[in-house]
């Protein structure tokens, strides 16, 4: 299984916008559950969002309600992440990860069995 996330890796001031892209393989997409965490400087894995399979279910940390939005197309085993209004405090590596969750484990970094190797997002104020 691999888990391709994009989309990070330059500079974005405060208030702008990015879209993060993990495009999955190995794995039958449409029957799992998509998540982005994020590590931000000397913190921990922390929940971003989640999308169930079929794009009917969605989770968001309440941090990131409201500027971040989650989604996927099963045609192409992309999920998405696309962040508007970004903070400083958005700052971190973003890791995708796929996985079978509950609806109430969503939120927990063991519900998911396979994580990509990460995209860097940095803020600028």
């Known amino acids: 299984v691999q888990l391709q996330a994009s989309g990070g890796g330059g500079l974005v001031q405060a208030g702008g916008s990015l879209r993060l892209s993990c495009a999955a393989s190995?794995?039958?997409?449409?029957?799992?559950?998509m998540a982005w965490f994020r590590q931000g400087p000397g913190k921990e894995r922390e929940f971003v969002a989640a999308?169930?399979?079929?794009?009917?279910?969605?989770w968001y940390a309440d941090s990131v309600k409201g500027r971040f939005t989650i989604s996927r197309d099963n045609a192409k085993n992309t999920v998405y992440l696309q962040m508007n209004n970004l903070k400083v405090e958005d700052t971190g590596v973003y890791y995708c990860?796929?996985?079978?969750?509950?609806?109430?484990?969503?939120?927990?970094?063991?519900?998911?069995?396979?994580w990509g190797q990460g995209t860097q997002v940095t803020v600028s104020s």
């Open positions: 190995g794995l039958t997409f449409n029957r799992y559950s």
């Open positions: 990860a796929a996985g079978t969750p509950i609806n109430t484990s969503v939120r927990e970094r063991s519900s998911y069995a396979y």
């Open positions: 999308i169930e399979w079929s794009s009917s279910g969605t």
